[in-house]
């Protein structure tokens, strides 16, 4: 299994990023996939979920309105739009999905300062 994230950086209070991820190794069409975050001295946690067709999402509430993930299943890969990024938002975000075990990427940095 490998995930590679990509699209991280810098932004000013109020903009956007998308993120993307590319998986292989596995049957990506199959498996429910993740985005998760962790900010500096805090757990990671869950920022949001599509099933394997992408009919299902979830998210945190603290992105609720302001992300969407999706995905495109005939290039394996995991999209999230991130809208009117906020400074808490600040984190390592990280692609993942669970085979057994949980396995994650290496993660892309998102800093959002003005």
């Known amino acids: 299994v490998q995930l590679v994230e990509s699209g991280g950086g810098l932004v000013q209070p109020g903009g956007s990023l998308r993120l993307s991820c590319a998986a292989s190794?596995?049957?990506?069409?199959?498996?429910?996939m993740s985005w998760y975050r962790q900010a500096p001295g805090k757990e990671r946690e869950l920022v949001a979920g599509?099933?394997?067709?992408?009919?299902?999402?979830t998210y945190a509430d603290s992105v609720k309105g302001r992300f969407t993930i999706s995905r495109d299943n005939a290039k394996n890969t995991v999209s999230l739009q991130m809208n009117s990024l906020k400074p808490e938002d600040t984190a390592v975000y990280y692609c993942?999905?669970?085979?057994?075990?949980?396995?994650w990427g290496q993660g892309t940095q998102v800093t959002v300062s003005s």
């Open positions: 993942s999905v669970t085979r057994v075990v949980r396995y």
């Open positions: 190794g596995f049957t990506f069409s199959s498996n429910y």
């Open positions: 599509i099933t394997s067709a992408g009919r299902t999402t």
